[in-house]
């Protein structure tokens, strides 16, 4: 499974085409469609290819515009909206076939120091606690229709507090804790486009825990819609986070979930907003 990490490695690590032109390869997955994720995580690099180093990320604001498809290279046009004395803005557009896929704003910012709060880390298990969600699902076999994707090599180590064998308390509620497979250099920018793809990782699908009782997964049409992350502290991915996900409502065929990371030691390092589409068939 160390492979996948070292596979997504190397999609993040894009090709220059021109000035704010970059290329991107694809991970390889089962199925047709990009994983939002790489998408995310692509479009960071390609717009952190054109800041400077010392101004990480604070905040991106991302559409998924059509279906990505994995059989086709992906390219990323960076537009230099702002460059200022403490915050630099980039708009970034996600192009195949002619055709936009994904368009981002990200805006950086030059380290501060000023006041500090926190909301404090919810009290649950720690990883150490916790069995790896692999493991989970190859013991289920067949009898959840999530294991066949739960059982596929990840580059990141998952191990869910309330796994799927066992749902959360009140249904809406999907805390796991994650860790990078591989140990990564000590470079922000690295650990923060990894974060991005995490944090699309399992998120709108949050929306279906108050249904499952009533409904199959394999009956819902799910896919991201918007997505916005905010980077509040430095952290690094190949130790545990803690990403709390939370679903605050379905209506409309869409679902609104929201989501957490802390540090083992109680930091929070980031927040995460998104709608997706849930779409259900007969």
Known sequence: ??????????????????????????EARHGARLFGGQVLAQA????????????????????????GASDVPVLYSVERIRDGRSFTTRRIVAI???EAIFSMDASFHVREKGLEHRMEIP????????????????????????????????PFDLRSVYPVDRPS????????????????????????CLLAYASDMGLVST???PHRQSVGRQQVQMASLDHA????????????????????????????????????????????????????HG
Not at 56 to 64: G, K, N
Not at 133 to 148: F, L, Q
Not at 171 to 183: E, S
């Open 1 to 26: 499974m160390a492979d996948k990490a070292d596979e997504l490695l190397d999609v993040l690590n894009l090709e220059t085409i021109e000035t704010n032109l970059f290329r991107g390869t694809n």
């Open 207 to 209: 929306s279906i825990l």
């Open 123 to 154: 009290d649950l298990p720690g990883p150490d606690k916790l069995e790896d969600d692999m493991e989970v699902a190859r013991r289920m076999s067949d009898a959840s229709p999530m294991s066949g994707w739960s059982t596929r090599p990840r």
């Open 96 to 98: 195949q076939k002619g």
């Open 169 to 192: 308390p009140g249904n809406n509620l999907n805390p796991v804790w994650l860790r990078f497979r591989r140990p990564l250099p000590n470079d922000h920018r690295l650990h923060q």
């Open 44 to 67: 960071l690099t390609a717009a952190m290819g054109t800041v400077d180093p010392d101004r990480p990320c604070h905040s991106l604001h991302a559409y998924f515009l059509r279906p």
């Open 229 to 280: 992350l905010w980077l509040h502290n430095d952290f690094t991915v190949d130790d545990w986070i803690l990403y709390v996900k939370e679903t605050m409502t379905t209506a409309a065929s869409r679902g609104y979930n929201r989501g957490a990371f802390y540090t083992r030691d109680g930091t929070l390092i980031a927040s995460a907003l998104q709608e997706g589409l849930m779409r259900v």
